[in-house]
Structures are given as structure tokens and as C-alpha cells.
């Protein structure tokens, strides 16, 4: 499923209205930056300087319907 400029504005907001903070990183910041023409995404990156993935994951724990997390990135 691909993910639309919406999806990734409700992602922020989301995380934001939580109080997480996070950066724009790979294809979407390319495109947001206009470094490439808009496409279907398959998922956003986001950069989060945090000591621990905590505040994250109650953020978007009752997400799950919406966002899903590719755990394979979590570093």
C-alpha cells in the first residue's frame, strides 16, 4: 500500500502531538525537499534522536489499524 502526502502529515501530527520529535529521512524527504518527483512510497523513514523507542511506541500502540511499524528499521 502505498503512502500519500496525508499519511505522512497524520504520522507527524500523530507523533508530534505525543510529544516525539522526529526528522523526514529517505525517499519522502527527498521529495518534500524536491529533490525527486513525487511517487508511491512504501513506507515513511523517520529519524528519532530519543534514548529509547518508549515514547514511540505509545504513540502509536492504538495506531495500529492505521501505521504499522517495519521492525527491520528500528535501529
Given at each position: 500500500?502505498?503512502?500519500?502526502l496525508e499519511t505522512?502529515a497524520a504520522a ?64
Amino acid at each position: 500500500m502505498a503512502n500519500t502526502l496525508e499519511t505522512l502529515a497524520a504520522a507527524l501530527k500523530l507523533l508530534n502531538d505525543s510529544g516525539v520529535e522526529c526528522d523526514v529521512f529517505g525517499g519522502w524527504a527527498e521529495e518534500v525537499l524536491g529533490l525527486r518527483e513525487p511517487w508511491q512510497h512504501g513506507d515513511i523513514d523517520l529519524v528519532y534522536q530519543g534514548a529509547d523507542f518508549a515514547q514511540v511506541d505509545k504513540a502509536i500502540r492504538h495506531q495500529h489499524e492505521t501505521f504499522s511499524e517495519v521492525a527491520g528499521k528500528r535501529f
